[in-house]
């Protein structure tokens, strides 16, 4: 059975700074294309970027990669998102999807909060 947990959520303050992290147990890290998602209240979900197994990642906006870095260590097992110059629009709750040809596995989301 596959896993993917994320961590690192939190409160922080506009302008502050957090990393997350995405681990999967029960597969073979490498060969998943990884993805970060986020979901704010009332909104749909939404893509931040994916990250290839030779770890390239790709950003859904441009807005986004300059305050927000997916990277991926394979022999870590590890998937991150360092993210800066938080804003309270970015306050979310922020999931990881694995995908293997059709399989596709989700995290239950780590939750961000930005504000005062």
């Known amino acids: 059975q596959v896993q993917v947990v994320e961590s690192g959520g939190g409160s922080v303050q506009p302008g502050g700074s957090l990393r997350l992290s995405c681990t999967i147990s029960g597969g073979i890290f490498v ?10 209240p ?29 990277a991926r260590d394979n022999y870590k097992k590890e998937m991150s998102l360092q993210m800066s110059s938080l804003r309270p629009e970015d306050t979310a709750v922020y999931y990881c999807k694995a995908v293997f040809a059709k399989y596709e596995y989700w995290g239950q989301g ?5 504000s005062t």
């Open 31 to 40: 060969i998943y294309n990884l993805g970060w998602y986020r979901q704010a």
């Open 42 to 70: 009332g909104k749909q979900r939404e893509l931040i970027a994916t990250v290839t197994p030779d770890a390239k990642p790709t950003y859904a906006a441009d807005y986004l990669r300059g305050r927000f870095t997916a």
């Open 110 to 114: 780590t939750q961000v909060t930005v």
